[in-house]
């Protein structure tokens, strides 16, 4: 004979074995600033991380433990766009 508890327990046990982990694709799916989707993975080999470039504004962001923060474009070594988001990273920060 089994008690509810039992039973409560054996339900949650083949919950949790019939459940699978997914895959997270993609961090973030939109630009935080404009909204666009056009967001490019860049991988940092020194600080071995990836950051999303969003090409449609030139903003570059850090996602990590479900928080997301702007990167700082001098914190990124080696990368082709650093001069433009470097640009908007100056206009962003104009102290007035």
């Known amino acids: 004979m ?4 039992e039973n409560a327990s054996m339900g949650s046990a083949q919950r949790s074995q019939s459940h699978q982990p997914t895959i997270i694709r993609r961090p973030l799916a939109n630009c935080p600033t404009c909204g666009s989707g056009r967001l490019e993975p860049v991988v940092d080999f020194v600080e071995e991380g990836v950051r999303f470039l969003c090409t449609n504004c030139d903003r ?7 928080y997301v923060r702007r990167v700082q474009p001098g914190a990124c070594h080696g990368c082709t766009q650093r001069e433009r988001c470097m640009q908007v990273y100056a206009l962003d920060h104009v102290t007035g």
Not at 2 to 5: A, H, I, L, N, V
Request: with cysteine; hydrophobic share 35%; aromatic share 10%.
């Open 60 to 66: 570059c962001w850090h996602v990590e433990l479900g």
């Open 2 to 5: 089994s008690t509810s508890m």
